[in-house]
């Protein structure tokens, strides 16, 4: 019966995903629907966060508000994932016909069948953006204030305009060496 299996998508409420999944989990194990729901997944990555200068590894779910599901799709399985508590229903559902299942080409696309959770970084954040005053720390520029003119994500740089020696001077750093300022 796993050929039959397909991959669906449904939409929870914000910030009910993790909770629906493991509701999904027990549900399956408690009616003991192994064969036809026989995977649930919040599709997640790792960001380093860099806050006050500060770098951090924090997980963020890829798609916000949605769970995947590889089942075979049934009335039974319809009914015991529409009455998990904080779903709103199947993505591509209309009413009186069956959800439509990812294809093959978005499943891989999605790199669902990939490892589920890659130890792999995939990004970094930071806390200011252009146009913010930020101040330069663990330098030999410590405690003067510029404004941000670029920020480069991929190669961990960024550029900030201070005011040296009765001009404005571009300098480079790296993205943890400056904290943002609110003024």
Not at 44 to 65: A, L, M, N, R, Y
Request: hydrophobic share 40%; net charge negative; charged share 25%.
């Amino acid at each position: 019966m796993s050929e039959a299996a397909k991959w669906y998508v449904i939409h929870t409420y914000s910030g009910y995903e993790n909770k629906v999944a493991q509701d999904i989990e027990k549900a399956v194990e408690y009616r003991q629907l192994h064969d036809l729901i026989q995977e649930v997944r919040v599709p997640t990555e790792k960001v380093t966060e860099i806050t006050d200068g500060k770098e951090k590894v924090v997980e963020h779910k890829v798609f916000p508000s949605y769970v995947l599901l590889k089942m075979v799709y049934t009335g039974d399985t319809w009914h015991v994932i529409k009455d998990i508590r904080g779903v709103t229903g199947f993505v591509g559902f209309v009413s009186g016909t069956d959800p439509i299942p990812l294809s093959d080409a978005e499943v891989a696309a999605l790199g669902i069948n990939d490892a589920e959770d890659s130890e792999e970084i995939t990004g970094v954040t930071v806390d200011y953006q252009v146009g913010d005053t930020v101040e330069i720390s663990g330098t030999s520029m410590d405690g003067m204030r510029g404004i941000v003119k670029s920020i480069d994500l991929d190669s961990n740089d960024v550029e900030v305009i201070i005011h040296l020696m009765g001009r404005d001077t571009s300098v480079h750093l790296s993205l943890n060496q400056v904290i943002r300022v609110d003024d």
